[in-house]
């Protein structure tokens, strides 16, 4: 897969919740061979500028290689993702990608479960995307703090079943989205995960339950980590697997569920 820099142009940034953010630019050549679970590597200021000096990983929210769009689901949280939102119309932003490994349906498999937490549900959104031209049932489960970190529902596949959970209540379960994994194991026969470390580690606690009780399942996580390069070679974003040390930007960012330690911090 060719990785390429390309400058892409803004065609439009809505808020989407009061933290959230959609932005769909176009970018042809990273559109044309961009998978689900891959990711940019943005340069978020303007290219005579050295602030923020470190390019942002964004993974692709969704993707049409036919009009050559990608768009990206997208938490302000800094300087680098504040910048972004704010770009208008016509803007170029400079990007790197397709980057990273991706997520691919099981052979065989029917029925998915796909779980974000947050912005993690960011890559989940463009696999959803492609569940029903693959024969595939999908669930997507979400989880935030509250209700502004969920996703709308306009934003996801019609094609697939949208639950929500909140820690606070406010909307869908009040909870966490580990806790809605259960009753949906046994229909389950393939899993997708992304979020923050503390909500892989926990499916991963749930995944080994339900493993032993009910079956193992093929699960997969999509890890978040702070990058530099994004091409393998700072080693800034390693994380302990049992098969050695792995490279998010390289070796993942998705990865099989059952071989990652979590015995690491990119805090």
Not at 74 to 96: F, K, M, N, S
Not at 110 to 129: C, Q, R
Request: charged share 20%; aromatic share 8%; with cysteine.
């Amino acid at each position: 897969m060719n990785v390429l820099q390309e400058s892409a142009r803004v065609i439009r940034t809505e808020r989407i919740t009061e933290r959230l953010w959609w932005s769909e630019l176009e970018a042809p050549g990273i559109a044309s061979s961009a998978r689900p679970g891959q990711f940019a590597h943005v340069l978020c200021a303007e290219r005579s500028s050295l602030d923020p000096l470190l390019r942002r990983p964004l993974s692709f929210s969704r993707v049409n290689a036919t009009t050559g769009q990608i768009a990206f689901l997208i938490d302000a949280v800094g300087r680098g993702t504040d910048w972004l939102v704010h770009q208008t119309p016509g803007t170029e932003v400079d990007l790197i990608g397709p980057l990273g490994t991706w997520f691919e349906w099981q052979p065989g498999a029917e029925n998915a479960l796909l779980i974000g937490g947050g912005i993690g549900l960011a890559p989940l959104l463009v696999l959803a995307d492609t569940a029903g031209d693959n024969g595939v049932n999908a669930q997507v489960l979400c989880g935030a703090r509250d209700a502004q970190g969920l996703t709308p529902p306009l934003w996801i596949a019609d094609t697939v079943t949208y639950v929500v959970a909140t820690d606070d209540g406010s909307r869908g379960y009040s909870g966490h989205v580990t806790d809605l994994v259960a009753d949906r194991w046994a229909w389950a026969d393939q899993v997708f995960a992304c979020g923050p470390t503390a909500m892989l580690a926990t499916m991963s606690h749930v995944i080994s339950t339900l493993s032993t009780q009910i079956g193992r399942r093929p699960s997969f996580a999509s890890l978040e980590a702070r990058m530099g390069c994004a091409m393998g070679v700072c080693y800034s974003c390693v994380v302990r697997t049992s098969c050695g040390v792995k490279r998010v930007c390289k070796e993942g960012p998705v990865l099989p569920h059952d071989i990652i330690s979590w015995d690491w911090t990119h805090d």
